[in-house]
């Protein structure tokens, strides 16, 4: 019997994500981003930087509309200190760096679509953007991008699973009332952004394609296996997506400075490994992850890299 070799994922960044340096104390700094992608290249993986996305502006305009996208711009030239709300700080290369996180998000959905496993190491990160405002450190939702990329690629379905340990209150919304693609959250609750309780299941021809799994503060490897294995991936499966993404966040990590679960590395990796089973299984191994938080410096670079050694098994 020949055995099967793991899947290598391809990673996919842009320099442009280090270019939001806001103000020293706020969470979400360049300095995640650059752990990450030093721990990838010291375990041997190279992270391409394809750069311009030819369907970025048309995407951005689509899940956003061109108003939002003006707007966004109009803010970082007039030098406003903020975009929307306090906790979305903007400063002189916000743009480009937001810009640049949903290319190469973009260049990745690609890659997965083609039947390479990808990555995409970007910040700012995405989920809680919503189609016009920007909240929670999001400016445009990577991740929603991605999904539109997929379906005009001809992904019939698509499904993203979200496990950052804050709701995607941006991509459900975005999403609520459509069937083609389905949306899944396991996220602590009662807990920001506030949105994500069990009864919130989508909307008109969407009823039914959204599924949050809401867990109480504290939760470990034990509740998430619970949740992610005996109720997301059987939902997910059910779906039968062509393709699936993944809201990758990595602040279910018992030491994050913003959460307050106790998930550990070797949970990841489970997490990981499940996944990339499921991809492989429902959709050819057409998997995209796109990072979203983790604010433990010293940590996310191992949490991503048991991550993605799981899922590369499970491919």
């Known amino acids: 019997m020949v055995s099967r070799l793991p899947a290598a994922m391809d990673v996919v960044t842009d320099p442009r994500s280090l270019l939001h340096r806001v103000a020293l104390g706020f969470p979400e700094q360049p300095a995640r981003l650059a752990a990450i992608l030093d721990g990838l290249r010291a375990s ?24 939002y ?22 400063v002189p290369s916000t743009w480009d760096a937001a810009w640049g996180a949903a290319e190469a998000t973009l260049h990745a959905a690609d890659a997965a679509l083609s039947g390479r496993p990808a ?9 809680h953007a919503e189609r016009q405002t920007a909240m929670g450190f999001c400016y445009f939702n990577n991740a929603a991008l991605a999904a539109e990329r997929m379906r005009e690629q001809g992904a019939a379905r698509v499904a993203i699973f979200d496990f950052d340990v804050h709701h995607g209150n941006g991509t459900q919304h975005i999403f609520e009332q459509r069937a083609d693609v389905f949306y899944a959250s396991t996220h602590q609750y009662p807990f920001y952004p506030g949105t994500g309780a069990a009864g919130e299941r989508g909307r008109g021809e969407g009823l039914g394609a959204t599924l949050n799994v809401p867990l109480p503060a504290g939760c470990g490897d034990a509740e998430y296996a619970e949740a992610i294995a005996g109720i997301v991936i ?12 993944l809201s990758a966040g990595f602040d279910a990590w018992q030491a ?3 959460g307050g679960m106790r998930v550990s ?16 299984n429902t959709c050819g191994g057409r998997l995209l992850a796109v990072l979203e938080g983790g604010y433990d410096i010293g940590a996310v670079p191992l949490l991503v890299e048991a991550f993605l050694g799981g899922a590369e098994a499970g491919l």
Not at 234 to 245: E, H, M, T, Y
């Open 44 to 67: 041997g993986r190279v992270p391409r930087e394809p750069g311009a996305h030819p369907a970025a502006k048309t995407l951005v305009e689509r899940v956003h509309g061109a108003d």
């Open 69 to 90: 996208a003006a707007r966004f711009r109009a803010a970082v030239e007039r030098g406003d200190g903020v975009f929307d709300s306090a906790d979305n700080p903007l």
């Open 119 to 127: 990555f995409a190491a970007v910040r700012p990160p995405g989920h």
């Open 234 to 245: 059987p939902a997910l499966a059910a779906f039968a997506p062509d393709a699936l993404i």
């Open 256 to 258: 994050d400075p913003l």
């Open 265 to 280: 590395a070797e949970g990841f990796g489970q997490w990981g490994r499940w996944l990339g089973e499921l991809a492989r």
